[in-house]
């Protein structure tokens, strides 16, 4: 369980970090005016008709934080895997609850995902979950699926871990996206068992209640990859076909664990092709990469030997987190994560 857990977020690192978008997530570890001046750029582009996409800059300031690195998932997945590993591999809600409080505590304040601000605010204000997961605009997100995968690498695959990811889930989210979460830690395990990547991933399609949005998602995506061999045209299909263009953030969990799971099945054991089709469904590839990456990882495919990821990813930087900064990937389950003011 412990190899298995140090490749799950070692895979998810190394996907997040290859992210365009995990460029914008890193700025704001830079000066504040730096982002308001490139937002002005932009807005000035925008009245002169330029196209010309201003990207995160470093003025007279260190530019570390605009290189390849992990981002906030997977800094939320070794937050949770030591959570777990503090807790002797057992969840406890109240536990979990109490390292999410302490996060206020810390002297840099995290930067959180509105479910997570929606939870972290509730908790504090003395709210439980499932209201914390209930209670907000974005219960549907995505942001229970990460720590899903965490609690599915270190708990037995027994029935109290569906229930420990059920709990675990309506910290941040109700409905679809505490199923979803479900549906992750079923794909996850199945895949570290030995199953196929198609025994998984339909052990997750079934645990969807049926005529479900993630049930639907998840059943159009898998029929898109039923339907083609290029990782090319898989991406743009998905896309074109499940990626929904109306909501603000790409972020639905229904969308993302659809087009997760369809990449995975679809493009192994070719875990290049599975990396880059995810990070080429624009919307929602920062969220879709890292469980990509994880889920390859729990079959024993990296884009390249374990071995090299301390060479190749840096130390997670924070970018949510500020306590994770300076802990390699490789090393979550050797570094005490979770204390209170750590």
Not at 170 to 174: C, D, G, S
Not at 223 to 228: D, L, M, N
Not at 275 to 281: D, I, P, R, S, T
């Given at each position: 369980m412990?190899?298995?857990?140090?490749?799950?977020v070692?895979?998810?690192a190394?996907?997040?970090?290859?992210?365009?978008?995990?460029?914008?997530?890193?700025?704001?570890?830079?000066?504040?005016?730096?982002r308001?001046?490139?937002?002005?750029?932009?807005?000035d582009?925008?009245v002169?008709?330029?196209?010309?996409?201003?990207?995160?800059?470093?003025?007279?300031?260190?530019?570390?934080?605009l290189?390849?690195?992990?981002g906030?998932?997977?800094?939320?997945l070794?937050?949770?895997?030591?959570?777990?590993?503090?807790?002797?591999r057992?969840?406890?809600?109240?536990?979990?609850?109490?390292?999410?409080?302490?996060?206020?505590?810390?002297?840099?304040?995290?930067?959180?995902?509105?479910?997570?601000?929606?939870?972290?605010?509730?908790?504090?204000?003395?709210?439980?979950?499932?209201?914390?997961?209930h209670?907000?605009?974005?219960?549907?997100?995505?942001?229970?699926?990460?720590?899903?995968?965490?609690?599915?690498?270190?708990?037995?695959?027994?029935g109290?871990?569906?229930?420990?990811?059920?709990d675990?889930a309506?910290?941040?989210?109700?409905e679809?996206?505490?199923?979803?979460?479900?549906?992750?830690?079923?794909?996850?395990?199945?895949t570290?068992?030995?199953?196929?990547?198609?025994?998984?991933?339909?052990?997750a399609?079934?645990?969807?209640?049926p005529?479900?949005?993630?049930?639907?998602?998840?059943?159009?995506?898998l029929?898109?990859?039923?339907?083609?061999t290029s990782?090319?045209?898989?991406a743009?299909?998905?896309d074109?076909?499940?990626?929904?263009a109306?909501?603000?953030y790409?972020?639905a969990?229904?969308?993302?664990?659809?087009?997760?799971?369809?990449?995975f099945?679809?493009?192994h054991?070719r875990?290049?092709?599975a990396?880059?089709?995810?990070?080429?469904?624009?919307?929602?590839?920062?969220a879709v990469?890292?469980l990509?990456?994880a889920m390859?990882?729990?079959?024993?495919?990296?884009p390249f030997p374990?071995?090299?990821?301390?060479?190749?990813?840096?130390?997670?930087?924070?970018?949510?987190?500020?306590?994770l900064?300076?802990?390699?990937p490789?090393?979550?389950?050797?570094?005490?994560t979770?204390?209170?003011?750590?």
């Open positions: 412990r190899h298995l857990a140090t490749r799950v070692a895979g998810a190394i996907a997040e970090a290859t992210l365009w978008t995990g460029l914008f997530d890193r700025a704001h570890l830079l000066p504040p005016w730096t308001r001046k490139r937002r002005e750029i932009e807005h582009h925008d002169a008709g330029l196209l010309d996409l201003p990207v995160p800059f470093a003025l007279n300031v260190p530019a570390t934080p290189y390849a690195a992990p906030p998932r997977s800094e939320w070794a937050f949770q895997v030591g959570l777990v590993a503090s807790t002797r057992r969840y406890d809600l109240a536990a979990t609850t109490a390292a999410w409080r302490g996060l206020a505590d810390d002297a840099e304040a995290p930067r959180l995902s509105i479910s997570q601000r929606a939870a972290l605010d509730g908790l504090l204000a003395g709210v439980a979950p499932p209201l914390t997961g209670d907000h605009a974005r219960h549907a997100d995505d942001a229970a699926c990460v720590r899903a995968l965490a609690l599915a690498t270190l708990l037995p695959d027994d109290a871990l569906l229930c420990a990811v059920r675990d309506t910290i941040t989210n109700a679809d996206g505490v199923w979803c979460a479900e549906a992750v830690a079923v794909a996850l395990t199945a570290a068992r030995g199953d196929t990547p198609e025994r998984a991933v339909a052990a399609a079934a645990h969807l209640p005529r479900s949005w993630s049930a639907e998602r998840l059943h159009r995506a029929r898109i990859g039923a339907e083609t990782s090319v045209e898989l743009l299909r998905l074109h076909d499940v990626a929904n109306a909501y603000s790409g972020d969990a229904p969308d993302v664990v659809a087009i997760a799971l369809t990449i099945r679809t493009c054991p875990v290049d092709a990396l880059f089709a995810a990070l080429a469904v624009p919307r929602h590839a920062a990469a890292p990509v990456g390859c990882a729990a079959g024993g495919a990296l374990l071995g090299r990821t301390r060479e190749l990813i840096p130390s997670f930087l924070g970018v949510s987190l500020p306590r900064r300076g802990v390699h490789l090393d979550v389950l050797d570094t005490t979770h204390d209170e003011g750590a």
